[in-house]
């Protein structure tokens, strides 16, 4: 078989190409539950563009965070601020499977989209519970918001 590799095209594309490969944002999240789809950096656990200590506990989606400027730490590697934004939900049935953003989940050991979480409140600890609630309540309350019934202010 004959491959004919082309050098030149290779060459020509690499200087085109951005020094630090992870400056394309050619992941694809989009959370299953609202809807926010968002170009993003990476899908894992460890972003290399993080300092060190920056390791998720479970696949997650990273932004880098265009508003904090970057450094280089003490080794001389270059690192930006990122922003988390979402995950997958742990319920292996779940119909928002493709991704979950950190508005619509909450991460207790896993992360697990609301949906779940509302259909298996008791499993979790009641902290964890009110932490849901307190998820859902703003959701309600935002949806409120939306449709115009929001006017009521606190009296001054
Ligand atoms: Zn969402
Ligand atoms: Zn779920």
Redesign the pocket.
């Given at each position: 078989m004959s491959s004919a590799t082309s050098k030149k095209e290779a060459s020509i594309v690499d200087q085109k190409r951005p020094s630090d490969p992870t400056d394309s944002a050619d992941v694809v999240f989009s959370c299953g539950r609202c809807g926010l789809t968002e170009s993003c950096h990476y899908l894992g656990r460890e972003p290399p563009f993080c300092s060190d200590q920056v390791r998720f506990e479970e696949d997650s989606f990273v932004l880098r965070d265009p508003f904090t400027p970057e450094y280089f730490d003490a080794r001389g590697r270059r690192r930006v601020g990122f922003l988390l934004l979402g995950g997958k939900?742990f319920?292996s049935d779940?119909s928002?499977g493709g991704g979950?953003c950190v508005d619509c989940s909450v991460f207790y050991k896993h992360r697990?989209?609301l949906?779940?979480l509302a259909a298996n409140m008791d499993a979790f600890p009641s902290e964890v519970q009110v932490k849901i609630q307190r998820k859902l309540d703003a959701e309600g309350k935002a949806a409120e918001q939306r449709t115009g019934g929001g006017k009521k202010k606190a009296k001054k």
């Open positions: 939900c319920v779940c928002n979950v697990f989209c949906d779940c």
